[in-house]
């Protein structure tokens, strides 16, 4: 992405802010192990903001005066010496700061900008992090209590960012094609190989293998390579079993490319598929064609929600799993959201509108999943809401068993 980019980004979110002043934060690296850290994944919205890749990194943006500085991160002479940081011209022209300032500094600064800004805005996590199994990055968390202060009073700035964030700029579309591009390769190839797969970790490094060795890429997220009953875990990533002849593989896996996501899921078989699980297949694919036609500009959510929930309700039908609309039943067979935001995040927020509109990129996602049966199957495309209609960016893979 080219400087202007981001000084685009921070333009809009000056101006949907009047003029504010916005301070956020890069995340910390995080302890791996004794004296090791996790490779490093940024904040989105500090990424979309700044374009580094960095931990400890912060940015102030005055909408005001229509400035905005990068603060160095606070690091010793060893981890320099032993980690590097990335020079500060580099960063200025990433970016396209103004400025790159110390972190006395910005101490300084904000208490300048405090005299003539008396709120602050900045990005925290959303209260739904709560319910995480893990700890959230504590980054932000800090900040927001340093901000408390300096200034009068801090706002949340999230819901103006995932609004901006939502409708994606043509370089942000490009940069997801190519994900979704390098992912459907992938896909094809290992479906070529099915039959010389003995378990679920040769697709997965298979695939990490084509990510890496064709684009320098990694996963957007743990990819899931779920056989047999497996595939009733929605987020199994041990991807450790053997495959069975007849298995039903689900697979749901995704690149990053330029920073941006691809998320697309599909289910192949190891072996002869029985009649059951090739029905089963079918009438998914059929369903998830049907929910793909109903998107398109303007179309209300919460209509949207309903058509699904009465297509999945038919599909259910139609393989005998209930005899008439059950929403208990469809939960259990059905039981997670048919798609979600797709961006720098894999889970990317669409700003909880209430109609779809261009430049969204959305997942579509139906699943069927009946443990008793040791079948799960779910097909899932990455689709471009546009002007006049819809384009299916995945649409080149097929979604054949
Ligand atoms: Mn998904």
Known sequence: MKASFFQYNRAKLAEKLGGGLI?????NGMQRQNDMAFGFTQEANFWYLTGIEEPDW????????????????????EHRLFDGVLDEKVAKQLSGVDGVITHDEAQAKMRQLAKKHSVVHTVSQPEYAAHFSFHQN?????????????????QLCNKELASLRAIKQTEEIVAIEKAVKLTMQAFSNVKQAMPSYAHEYEIEADMSHYFKFEAAAEHAYDPIIAAGHNACTLHYTANSAKLKSGDMVLLDVGARVDGYA??????????KASARAQSIHATLESAHRDI???LQPGLDVSEYMTKVNDRMMQALKEVNLIKHDDNEALRKYF????GHGL?????????APRYFKPGMVMTVEPGIYIPDEKLGFRIEDDILITESGVRNLSKGLSTAL
Request: proline share 4%; hydrophobic share 40%.
């Open 23 to 27: 301070v956020a934060t890069a995340y």
């Open 343 to 351: 961006g720098i995040d894999v889970h990317d927020s669409l700003g």
């Open 58 to 77: 912060k940015l102030i943006v005055d909408g005001t005066s229509h400035k905005a500085w990068l603060v160095l991160p606070d690091v010793s002479e």
């Open 292 to 294: 793909v036609s109903y």
């Open 262 to 271: 691809a998320d697309i899921s599909r289910t192949y078989a190891k072996g």
């Open 138 to 154: 504590p980054a932000q968390h800090q900040l927001h209590q340093e901000l408390e202060r300096i200034f009068s009073a801090v």
């Open 335 to 338: 039981p997670h959201a048919i």
